[in-house]
């Protein structure tokens, strides 16, 4: 499931390529990902995408009713009471990429936003595990508070307050979109390591050095995978069709067996609170009485295709 490099990646595309278009007309397929298909329907087609942004793993194609209005000299559309946005999660197969209007549709092509420049924004997604939905005002305000500080935003203190405050194990923290949002498996895998900090640990017990040095390795391994377009495990392209590169520098995600880039002792996998965990038995220590032994759990495929 594309995280939040890989959002970015889209996001930053998308901006470069349809930000300033108007939308014609919406032209819905399958839709059991779909918040409410009426609502785009009615309300999305003369709207301008004035900005695309990421917001954790989803990205907002912000929407404005000013049809002279220009994406450029708008910037950034304040979230208030009028405010207006097509949110948009990929799942795990999703894209959302501008294609020329004669150009065949692919197969599973769900959705298709028809623009201003005769091109077409099509949503294609054979899973389905995605969400979209147009959403605006205080619903829209609503949606968006439900989740965390942005990881490459979140002051130090802010990071330390919301890590330490919890019993909750480490990795879970980092996964849980209400604490930080964006991080998935592969990049909280990543900095756990780097920052030698067991996933199992739980928040507490974590000083403040520790907390400290993981935001600053966090925040790099994000910035770095931004500049490396993502990383392409399965399905993932952006918004140009282009896989990422940030997989070969992967340090120990979905590496368990091989040795550690740092000590030479051989990557665990196993499960922490519920999800599955890569880390260094010998530079991450487990915490006293955690067996931090390898799970005899079946695993259900390669890494990057089960849910994350």
Known sequence: MPELPEVETVARGLQGSVAGRRIVSVI?????????????????????????????????????????????????????????????????????????????LAKHTHVTFALDDGRELRYIDPRRFGRMAYLSGKTLAAELQRFGADPLLVTPEEFATRIRGSKARIKAQLLDQSVLRGVGNIYADESLWKAKIHPARAGPSLTLNDVVRLRKELQKILLKAIEMRGSSISDFVDAEGLAGDYQQHHKVYGRDGKKCFRCGAKIKWTVVAGRSSHFCPVCQRAPRGNASRRKKTKRRGPVGTSKR
């Open 28 to 104: 819905l397929r399958k839709v059991d990902f779909i918040d409410d298909p009426s609502a785009m329907e009615r309300e999305l087609p003369g709207k301008r995408i004035a900005r695309v942004e990421r917001f954790g793993k989803f990205m907002l194609l912000r929407l404005t009713k000013d049809a002279d209005g220009n994406a450029h000299a708008m910037g950034s559309i304040a979230l208030n009471g009028n405010s207006e946005a097509l949110l948009v999660h990929l799942g795990m197969t999703g894209n959302l990429a501008p294609h020329h209007a004669e150009q065949p």
